[in-house]
């Protein structure tokens, strides 16, 4: 069995490959009358596209979305909405290499243990590729929560972090790396140079923060709002952490100290603290959602590296090609996106249980 369908009450299903004609996604149970265009889509994949600064891969496509299914004189009609992003700029003969021998790090060997087979253009669906189509579905998602505003930037390239004092939230868009403090974009553009010249790569740290989440999304134990949307985000392709709120860091807290305090406010609970990231029990609490992201390095580097061939035999492999020095700059819209999937999901849930 396959599992390319994320979600309970909203869900979408990504197809296509790397280096196939297209990919894109079917989104099912969005509601009927929600406005909608290919307009309202565009400018999250135009911050996921590739080729839009040297920090990318070069890797050239306009990912321009067409909607097929699903919407009618500007509005969705609550039946499947599919959506399609074509490939324009495929170099399949760059992968000639691959097709002899595993990247270490990468997903080839366990395709081919898996399956017996594997496409090797470019990872086929173990590609960073795909998420273009998730991004498309986030989009979507967003309509269903006009409610909730999702912010999110890269907080650490290479180990290096921002410094939280200078964070302001309009340098996010201003630089290439969807970064909130100047001074530390300026640095990572040397760090990101150098491993792109030494034909390296660098794994990053993403963070995301969610306002407007009302109180009551979520359930207590096999559909909590922190465990899908850890799941929504390890499942992003280079993805090997997530945090919700503090963290590993709350291990290292006292009882008292983890607490977050509440007072009686106007329009409910006023908390003093925010460690729970948002959510309490698998519910959120009305605050902010805050989670973070680790990233790893990209696997396709141009250092060579000890591995296998399909035969099993040892070898050496340096990966020819166009990727991404630092993967997790790109992942920044894709993890915004997953996190719109899933609060468009448990808002619809929520109102089947309790209206």
Known sequence: ???????RVFRFTTWGESHGRALGAVVDGC?????LSEGDIQP???????GTSRFTTQRREPDAVR?????FEGRTTGTPISLMIENT???SKDYSEVAKAYRPGHADYVYDAKYGFRDYRGGGRSSARETAARVAAGAVARAVIPEVTITAWVEAIGGDFIDPAKFDANEIGGNPFFCPDADAAKRWETLVDNARKAGSSLGAVVACEAVGVPAGWGAPLYAKLDSELAAACMSINAVKGVEIGDGFGAASLSGEGNADPMRPG???PEFLANHAGGIAGGISTGQPLRLRVAFKPTSSILTPVETITREGEATTLATKGRH???VGIRGVPVVAAMVA???ADQKLLHRAQCG
Do not use: E, K
């Open 266 to 268: 106007d329009a409910g």
């Open 341 to 343: 999937l899933v609060l």
């Open 44 to 50: 999250f994949l135009d911050a996921r596209r590739p």
């Open 1 to 7: 069995m396959s599992f390319n369908t994320f979600g």
């Open 324 to 326: 991404d020095p630092c």
């Open 89 to 91: 700029d495929q170099r």
């Open 31 to 35: 509601p009927p009358g929600l406005t």
């Open 67 to 71: 909607i097929l299914s699903g919407v």
